[in-house]
């Protein structure tokens, strides 16, 4: 690594983020906003078509703002990916695909059985059914099933199933089919709809300034799936007709394993090779990488359900991806499924789509808990979820936070950003060291599973797999998965070892499974008879190819295959006892490997690369790190850039550091070939006196924007209705578009429903009735400078504000360019007052909260406008007049220092209820504070004498944008439904401010 590359990464090694394009478009904002990201550290942007979008997709205008990107990003080596669908899951096109050939068209298999339909839930369309069979269900004895085939006219008798397959049923309001992504020719339309454009365009920027393209989500979409492919390939693949076992799909009997078996690994088949095979073939001819992510791929049941299964998929892609979303740690399988086919086809890059649904209250240590995880696991590119391009409308409540300007805490992006892209620099060095293959257990899972309800027997399998995995990593012994397809045809037995690709392995580790496949069989055959070290874990498989067979289990009994339980004891004993750990990170407290400390050992030439991170957000760690080999070790530190040398000790053949993680602490360390450091006793520097900043009558404090005040909920008419209500704005507008006859959607991926293309009807933007609705506002105390209302769509809306008419344009924004402000200051008055609004409904309109904003405080039980505090006490800032504020606060005093700081000085946020905080001294930001232990060192900012302090803590828009009235406060999913919920009358007001008293320490 160099030390100047890693001080100041180059864009590739910087983020991505999805940029929501959700308005209307320009290349004027597109440009400023291409400034913006890189401005704030971000090295490119997924152009992704999102709801709210105004500008016809892939239409001239869209195609000016594409232009717009690409030419602005290349002035700073900004990349601009493309994104292959309107809003998602790919494989549409706006609905172009299936519009072309009903033969596109998705299709379910269900069945009927008297009146039920299984699996219960499914949706078809009655003109597009089919008869695929009927049989009658015949009771044996021991409770088994038997199925004889009947008449299609025995069809609606209650021991009767007849089956049929269908077009899967469009949801209102989309107009739209989805596609059948395992019919060839049908992907073959999207490509040419969705990919050419770009092509034709901008084919010389391809892998360039537009780096590739992603794909979303592509997926089956129902339990049972189908394709008018499915028949004839099922014959031609397995040698047998599937119409006549369909029941074993449904019903558990003694077929239905091996029926289970075969028909999911026809639909993986025939997905794989109709969508991903023929996008990354066109890719590769066209010099872009082709990335994204399946859907569901965390669990054994979900991916099977949306994908048959997902990492032969993975091959295809130049940058196979993920998506782990919310504010969690707990998807192993998601990020090795993608990462064990990168390693294997030499494929760089792993993206990986995240941090969506996370809330507006998103903190920075929540980003770097997830995303070292992610990173320690092998992703390598982060796709933020979402930059928007704008607010307006639902795009608000589009599954936040936003990362762009609209966001408080995005002045101070540039810190999470650097220490990033300083990670993914440092990772991207040489090759991780995985010496263990762990082969995947998909086949196994395709004999268990259930369309008709989440089965128990797979949840266990799932469950019993994680645990696999996380022994693993906890014992630091890094892994790859293997794909029993792509072992079939890429791996082979070289010496002791088995090669998958690009990988070699000296050990393979067969977990708890049903079933394996007679290629995997034959390939674990020949290795163990090389001498490699084959691991069987009890169970043992029963089946070879989804029918009962001695095979494996006889390949397990071998003589020099060792077998043993799945526990983490076991397994440690065994590895320990036959293949020693190269590298060891173990409590210095214990003396044990440290479970929770995620470890990735990287070799590049004769220099080691080790990245450790605490997954505890409570409990910090000391550690020992032990690593084969001799030789100098360096810490390289990701939030400052700086290099610096580390004592080692040298002992049997091992070269040993020590450090200690603070709660969600990492670290990135090198050894290389010289001389190394001797480790004497470490004298840290010796502690003068520490000070707590005790402000008793509490701190002087400014805010850096105006304060604001939620209208929610109003009284409301249509035309020259009675008044209603007093009614939430979000329940208001469902219920007026339904008087309306408009639909009504909060906003997601429902592209048949875009603005764009509901305005091509011109029945769309015709009036449909006038809207009034009247908000109270209490004024306590007149505020003594100008007040705003801040509204959208400002031109056409009629403002009175007790009565009288406001005739005065927007002038400027608040928050959101679309966030337009009108001054009402002349109009307000002491006591109650009234604002009315008034505007002309259409299929295009969509009614929104409305903010009143101005220098103010906010009384946080009546919400009236009072006098601001003089003062600001330590703790929750929204109880004292800023319960809706949505930007930081800067707590200030004088710091005096008796003379020039001679040692080190230092500064402790000991408690904080912020995403991040900065300290500035003497109007110079010292630092930013995002995440443990929350302490900066100050010293060279400083001078002899009285020295300004501010210590900015950067609130959010969550207490203004919501979820406000959701039964949870943060709950763990948010997204459209919650952050329109108004299940509660009272508001979730989430606390704010500084929560302990800094404290000033001067070191000697």
Not at 332 to 346: E, H, Y
Not at 519 to 528: G, H, N, P
Not at 699 to 711: C, E, H, K
Request: a negative charge; glycine letters at 8%; aromatic letters at 12%.
């Amino acid at each position: 690594m160099e030390k100047k590359v890693f001080r100041d990464p180059p864009m590739w090694c910087r983020s991505a983020p999805f940029w929501s394009w959700n308005g209307r478009l320009t290349p004027e904002e597109t440009r400023w906003q291409v400034r913006e990201m890189v401005e704030k550290g971000m090295g490119g942007g997924f152009m992704h078509a999102r709801f709210g979008l105004e500008t016809e997709y892939l239409g001239e205008e869209w195609f000016a703002s594409v232009a717009a990107s690409v030419s602005e990003g290349k002035k700073y080596g900004f990349f601009s990916w493309i994104y292959d669908e309107d809003c998602w899951p790919s494989g549409n096109c706006a609905g172009k695909t299936a519009e072309v050939n009903p033969e596109f068209r998705v299709r379910c298999l269900f069945a009927r059985r008297g009146d039920a339909v299984m699996p219960p839930g499914a949706r078809w369309e009655a003109e597009t059914t089919q008869f695929l069979g009927c049989f009658r269900m015949v009771e044996e004895g021991g409770g088994g099933l038997r199925f004889d085939e009947a008449a299609e006219s025995d069809a609606g008798f209650p021991d009767v199933l007849a089956f049929y397959c269908s077009s899967w049923a469009k949801l209102p309001p989309s107009t739209e089919h989805y596609a059948d992504l395992m019919h060839d020719g049908a992907m073959r339309e999207f490509i040419r709809n969705s990919y050419e454009p770009y092509a034709e365009r901008f084919r010389k920027e391809f892998g360039k300034a537009i780096p590739g393209i992603f794909t979303d989500e592509p997926q089956l979409q129902t339990a049972l799936p189908w394709s008018l492919r499915m028949p004839e390939e099922f014959r031609k693949r397995r040698g047998y007709d599937l119409l006549k076992k369909l029941p074993h799909l449904l019903f558990k009997t003694a077929e239905s394993g091996k029926v289970r078996h075969d028909f999911w690994k026809t639909v993986y088949e025939l997905f794989d090779e109709s969508f991903s095979a023929q996008i990354g073939e066109w890719c590769e001819r066209n010099n872009v990488r082709f990335t994204g992510h399946l859907n569901a791929e965390q669990t054994l049941q979900s991916q099977i359900q949306c994908a048959g299964g997902t990492m032969h998929h993975y091959k295809h892609m130049q940058a196979p991806g993920i998506d782990i979303l919310c504010e969690k740690i707990d998807e192993v399988i998601t990020c090795k499924q993608t990462s064990s086919v990168a390693a294997q086809f030499g494929r760089e890059r792993v993206l990986s789509e995240l941090y969506g649904c996370t809330g507006y209250h998103f903190s920075f240590e929540g980003q770097k808990w997830i995303g070292d995880w992610q990173m320690a696991l092998g992703v390598n590119l982060l796709c933020q979820h979402l930059t928007y391009y704008t607010m307006k409308g639902p795009a608000k409540r589009d599954y936040p936070p936003s990362y762009n300007y609209q966001t408080p805490w995005w002045r101070h992006y540039r810190f999470i950003a650097d220490y990033q892209a300083r990670l993914t620099y440092a990772l991207m060095q040489g090759k991780a060291v995985r010496d263990i293959l762990l082969v995947h257990p998909l086949s196994s899972a395709w004999m268990r599973y259930d369309p008709s309800a989440p089965n128990r027997d797979l949840g266990d399998m799932d469950a019993g797999f994680k645990q696999v995995m996380q022994n693993l990593l906890d014992l630091h012994r890094d892994f790859d998965l293997g794909d029993e397809w792509l072992m079939a045809e890429h791996g082979a037995v070289e010496g002791r070892e088995l090669a998958v690709g690009q990988c070699r392995y000296k050990a393979v580790i067969v977990p708890p499974m049903t079933n394996l496949e007679s290629s995997t069989v034959e390939l674990l055959e020949k290795f163990a008879a090389a001498g490699g070290l084959l691991i069987f874990m009890h169970p043992l498989p029963t089946c070879v190819d989804g029918a009962v067979s001695s095979r494996a289990r006889e390949l397990a009994m071998r003589e020099g295959v060792m077998r043993i339980g799945s526990s983490r004891k076991h397994t440690q004993e065994m590895l320990d006892a036959l293949l020693p750990a190269e590298v060891s990170l173990a409590s210095r407290e214990t003396g044990r490997e440290a479970s929770g400390v995620l470890l990735q050992l990287r070799r590049d030439g004769d220099r080691s690369v080790v990245f450790a991170a605490n997954t505890s957000r409570d409990h910090g760690v000391p550690l020992r790190l032990r690593l084969a080999g001799r030789g100098v070790w360096r810490r390289w530190d990701c939030a400052t850039g700086e290099v610096t040398t580390m004592p080692s000790a040298q002992a049997g053949g091992f070269s040993e550091v020590e450090f200690d993680l603070p709660p969600v602490g990492s670290v990135v360390l090198t050894r290389e070939p010289g001389r190394a450091v001797s480790a004497p006793a470490v004298r840290g520097a010796a502690l003068k006196s520490e000070t707590a900043l005790t402000m008793r009558t509490g701190w002087n404090f400014r805010r850096v924007a105006p304060n604001s005040v939620i209208l929610d909920r109003c009284m409301w008419r249509l035309n020259d209705d009675p008044f209603e209500g007093p009614t939430f704005t979000m329940a208001l507008l469902a219920e007026c578009r339904r008087r309306l006859g408009i639909f009504h959607y909060s906003g997601s991926s429902m592209s048949g429903y875009q603005p764009w293309r509901v305005r091509q009807d011109p029945e769309s933007l015709k009036p449909r009735g006038v809207l009034t609705q009247r908000y109270p506002l209490r004024i306590d105390a007149l505020p003594n400078s100008e007040v705003y209302l801040v509204l959208e769509d400002r031109a056409e809306t009629e403002i009175f504000v007790n009565g009288e008419r406001v005739s005065a344009p927007a002038c400027g924004w608040f928050m959101d360019k679309s966030f337009e402000k009108t001054p009402i200051g002349g109009f307000v008055k002491l006591g109650e007052n009234v604002i009315e609004t008034r505007m002309t409904m259409n299929a295009c309109r969509y009614v929104e909260e409305m903010y009143v904003i101005g220098d103010f405080g906010v009384d946080p039980n009546t919400f009236a406008l009072v006098r601001e505090p003089r003062r600001l006490a330590t703790g929750d800032w929204c109880a004292q007049g800023y319960p809706f504020y949505t930007d930081a606060m800067v707590y200030e005093t004088e710091l005096s220092m008796p003379g020039k700081p001679k040692g080190r000085v230092e500064i402790e946020l000991p408690a904080f209820e912020a995403p991040v905080a900065a300290v500035w001294v003497n109007n110079e930001k010292a630092a930013v504070i995002g995440w443990h232990p929350y302490t900066a060192d100050i010293t060279r900012f400083l001078r002899a004498g009285a020295n300004t302090l501010g210590i900015e803590i950067v609130g959010t828009p969550r207490n203004l944008m919501g979820p406000k009235h959701y039964p949870d406060r943060h709950p763990p999913w948010t997204g459209p439904g919650q952050m329109a919920d108004t299940t509660e009358s009272i508001y979730q007001i989430a606390p704010f401010g500084m929560m302990g008293d800094p404290k000033i320490r001067v070191y000697e």
